[in-house]
């Protein structure tokens, strides 16, 4: 089992940047793929973007693609996401997931992931 804390959340304005860090602990991280899930209120979780374990492939969500980056340091056990010109409906709790493999390749859906971080706040004002 491994367990998932999120960090890096807050308010910013349209067009800025944050990055978020989820950091895991418990077994190896290096056999997770990870993802990056948000959900706004009264709304379903959705992905925004993935990356296997070994940092060889990611995927994004179309609405981020070109202005969120994730990406991993397997020695460090965390997991970042990097987004850049953030707007408005961009605001959202954000989750990271993880998922233990065996094969190198991406997953998408909330199904997918076995485990998940608590979530943070990420609120963008206009």
């Given at each position: 089992q491994v367990q998932l804390v999120e960090s890096g959340g807050g308010l910013?304005?349209?067009?800025?940047?944050?990055?978020?860090?989820?950091?895991?602990?418990?077994?190896?991280?290096?056999?997770?793929?990870?993802?990056?899930?948000?959900q706004a209120p009264g709304k379903e979780r959705d992905f925004v973007a993935g990356i296997t374990w070994n940092g060889g492939s990611t995927g994004y969500a179309d609405s981020v693609k070109g202005r969120f980056t994730i990406s991993r340091d397997n020695a460090k056990n965390t997991v970042y996401l990097q987004m850049n010109s953030l707007k408005p409906e961009d605001t959202a709790v954000y989750y990271c997931a993880a998922r233990r493999v065996y094969t190198i390749r991406l997953y998408y859906t909330v199904k997918d992931y076995d485990?998940?971080?608590?979530?943070t706040q990420v609120t963008v004002s206009s």
């Open positions: 910013v304005q349209t067009g800025g940047s944050l990055r978020l860090s989820c950091t895991a602990s418990g077994q190896t991280f290096s056999v997770y793929n990870m993802g990056w899930f948000r485990y998940w971080g608590q979530g």
